[in-house]
């Protein structure tokens, strides 16, 4: 696409929208912030607290995007919810930049094979909490609404 045909393709997005974002982000760092303060990684552990919060945050992205997919995904409501609870709350509260902190330290302190657990662990664990999210989500979804997901675009 060239330059002009994609600046055609850009969605102008209401200052609303971003006070979301910007609020619900604010939430989900305090939050972040505030567990990471009561459950501190002592040197050299295993880093819990970002673990902990990493898979939480994907588990409930799995949540959030399945159950918005329930809607009419190109609702203003839909996008508003998606923006302030997944881009917003659930970006601020999860966090990749500590998770690489952690795990230079780690590195760092001759911990390599707690590392590379750690990562490894991170990812395994995060990509299964977040399908598990949705497919939780999903099959609460048909038992309530007794019907498969609407396909995009509605009906």
Request: glycine share 20%.
């Given at each position: 696409m060239t330059a002009p045909a994609a600046a055609t393709h850009r969605t102008r997005h209401p200052i609303w929208l971003f006070a979301l974002v910007?609020?619900?982000?604010?939430?989900?760092t305090a939050a972040r912030y505030s567990l990471q303060t009561h459950f501190p990684t002592p040197d050299?552990?295993?880093p819990l607290a970002t673990f902990a919060i990493n898979v939480v945050g994907a588990l409930?992205?799995?949540?959030?995007?399945?159950?918005?997919?329930w809607t009419q995904?190109?609702?203003t409501a839909a996008r508003a919810i998606r923006l302030?609870?997944?881009v917003g709350v659930l970006g601020g509260f999860t966090t990749y930049s500590s998770f690489m902190v952690e795990t230079v330290v780690l590195t760092r302190t001759d911990h390599l094979g707690l590392a590379l657990v750690?990562?490894?662990?991170s990812l395994a664990v995060g990509v299964i909490a977040a399908l598990l999210g949705a497919?939780?989500?999903?099959?609460?979804g048909r038992?309530?609404?007794g019907q498969g997901r609407p396909r995009e675009g509605g009906s």
């Open positions: 910007v609020l619900g982000g604010s939430l989900g050299g552990a295993f409930m992205l799995g949540v959030l995007y399945e159950g918005v997919s995904r190109r609702t302030a609870l997944g750690y990562d490894a662990g497919v939780v989500t999903d099959l609460v038992t309530w609404l």
